[in-house]
Every structure is written in structure tokens, then in C-alpha cells.
């Protein structure tokens, strides 16, 4: 088993490509018995909201031939012919955001918890599975809003309390979450380390981006 934990998009012009990809090994890994879990970063819900401020010029040029759909609705106002596509590629409902939609926010295997940015005591309270089907149906056009906890500055998807420099506190509030969740320990991205990937909190959190 395999995760990728997120944040595939606005990393350079490829990205289309690289969710291309990531599709087809998902399919090839299911047919030789393992798996792929590929994951939402926060960039990903930035490109499904039309927040393309980390996109290249080659990130929209690459979906230019993506069928228009009523855009305007998506961003509430005219949408610039150079990002319509991926607009209508992203935007709930769009060619990809249903394939965004079929990849959670937080993910277990075995006594492992991967998220890209973490998950606090009051998500778990909250309902992981919640928030999972929550954006799931929010990518797919079904529900309105997303849940609160994906937009909050502390959500799973932006929280960095234990990827930047967690210390006691921050280390207890983790033990508090793995314990809710009978976990070991918890893996995630969103923030880069130096020089590579790195524990903390006596290996219970490892951040690998």
C-alpha cells in the first residue's frame, strides 16, 4: 500500500499529467492486489474553489480543451478565457473534481493516520468519515459548502501544529488525538523539512514532505 498525501497540483505544468498518472497506477495497483490511497491537500480544495494563484501558465494551458460549463456560476464573476478550462476541470461537479471527490481528507492503514496537514482532537470528535463524505460531496456538486473543518486555518488540510516544530504541548495534543483514534502514530505533508522526511513527538508524527 502506497499514500500520497496530497498537494499534487500547483507544483509546476505537469499536474494534469501527474493526476493522469496517479489514476492509472491507482487501477494498475488494484489488479496486482495492492493499493494506491491518493490523498487532497489544501491545493487541491484551492483549485476546486478557483484559487489559482499558485498556477502556471502551462497548469491552465493544459486543460484548455476541457468542455465550458456555467463557470461564472462557480467563481461569481466572468471567468478569464486562459483558466476557463480548469476552472470547468475543477469546479464541483467538473471532469476532475469528481475525481478529486473519490480521494479523502484523511486516510488509515493499519495503526497508521495520513493527512496532509493533521488531524486535532476536534476533528476526530467531529467525525473523520463526516468530513471526508462531506467534500466528497461538495467536489461532486451535491452539497453546497464545504464542512467547516476543511476550510478552518487549523483543519486537516492547513493545520501545520505538528509538521512545523512541534514541542510538549503540541506533542500532547497529538497523544490526545491517537488515543481517540487507537492510532500509533500519524503521517503527513503540507510542510517542507529539511533535508528530508523527519519524526517528532518520539516518532508518533513523521512529516514527509
Known sequence: VVVQTGDLLDRGDDDRKILDLTERLKKEAKAAGGELVAMNGNHEIMNAQADFRYVTPGGFSAFSDIPSRSDDAVTGKPTDPTSRGRVNAFAPGGTYAKILAERPEI??????????????????????????????????????????????????????????????????????????????????????????????CDGKAWRID
Open 107 to 200: 486516510a488509515r492503514v493499519g495503526d497508521s493516520i495520513f493527512v496532509h496537514g493533521g488531524v486535532l482532537p476536534k476533528h476526530v470528535r467531529a467525525g473523520l468519515d463526516m468530513i471526508n463524505t462531506q467534500t466528497r460531496e461538495w467536489l461532486l456538486g451535491e452539497r453546497r459548502k464545504l464542512p467547516k473543518e476543511i476550510e478552518a486555518e487549523d483543519g486537516p488540510l492547513w493545520t501545520r501544529m505538528y509538521s512545523a516544530a512541534p514541542g510538549k504541548e503540541e506533542c500532547a495534543t497529538l497523544n490526545e488525538t491517537l488515543t481517540l483514534l487507537n492510532a500509533k502514530r500519524m503521517v503527513m505533508g503540507h510542510t517542507p523539512q529539511k533535508p528530508g522526511i523527519a519524526p517528532a
